[in-house]
């Protein structure tokens, strides 16, 4: 069965410091790795996904993550934080073999707050 | 512009009141899925379409009901509205072309069922 952990419910950190976001998923699979932020009284957002190919993803607003295949992980991270930043982020796997469907599984969320 | 719009964006009902919740994209996305958003538990997806008239369950379908009679529209229907289904809800749309398209979200719909 897919599932998506983000083990911190919430991340501190001072404008520009570098962030990171943690996520760690489990697929019978290869993984399809989505990363989407939230910002109060929106839809969810995509920010970057994992195909193949390069671990490092680049996506909108600076962020990239990381996919490492032996930790079963897919880190969100920022250089330089940036107080805009501060919002809701979530973590969402599909197995890409169809297993499952379509089916996206998203974490639970984690809240970035940057502090001027 | 690229859009998926839900309606109403806030609504308060009363236990046991129908109601629907409509979504729209202009995007002819094949794929449609609904979720909710609870406090810890992330999002939640209630139903999805593959495509007009195919439409199937997610994790939590109790309580609800969806049709696909057009590409664009996925309405989301409760019957007898409960309060354990005070949540926010969001629908979702992409392509399943390659199976690694993002999905687009509308901008949410808070129910209160009181």
């Known amino acids: 069965a897919q599932s998506v952990a983000q083990p911190e419910d919430q991340v501190n950190v001072a404008e520009g410091n570098p962030l990171t976001v943690k996520c760690t998923y489990s697929?019978?699979?290869?993984?399809?790795l989505f990363w989407y932020v939230q910002y109060p009284n929106r839809g969810l957002q995509f920010l970057l996904k994992?195909?193949?190919?390069?671990?490092l993803v680049k996506g909108s607003y600076g962020f990239e993550a990381e996919f490492n295949k032996s930790q079963t992980s897919f880190h969100l991270k920022k250089p330089s934080a940036l107080v805009s930043d501060s919002a809701l982020y979530f973590c969402?796997?599909?197995?890409?073999?169809?297993?499952?469907?379509?089916?996206?599984?998203f974490g639970a969320g984690t809240r970035l707050f940057v502090k001027a | 512009e690229a859009q998926v719009t839900q309606n109403p964006r806030y609504l308060i009902t009363v236990t046991g009141k129908k109601l629907t919740v409509t979504c729209s994209q202009n995007?002819?996305?094949?794929?449609m899925s609904w979720y909710r958003q609870d406090p810890g538990l992330g999002l939640r997806q209630i139903y999805y379409?593959?495509?007009?008239?195919?439409?199937d369950k997610g994790d939590v379908p109790e309580g609800y009901k969806v049709s696909r009679k057009e590409k664009r529209n996925f309405p989301l229907i409760l019957e007898s509205p409960s309060p354990n289904q005070t949540s926010l809800y969001f629908c979702?749309?992409?392509?399943?072309?390659?199976?690694?398209?993002?999905?687009?979200f509308g901008q949410g719909t808070r129910l209160t069922v009181v």
């Open positions: 979702a749309s992409s392509s399943p072309r390659g199976r690694a398209a993002e999905a687009f």
């Open positions: 697929v019978s699979g290869n993984p399809y």
């Open positions: 994992y195909i193949t190919g390069d671990n």
């Open positions: 969402a796997v599909r197995d890409s073999s169809g297993t499952g469907g379509f089916k996206t599984i």
């Open positions: 995007m002819n996305h094949e794929y």
């Open positions: 379409s593959m495509n007009v008239e195919v439409t």
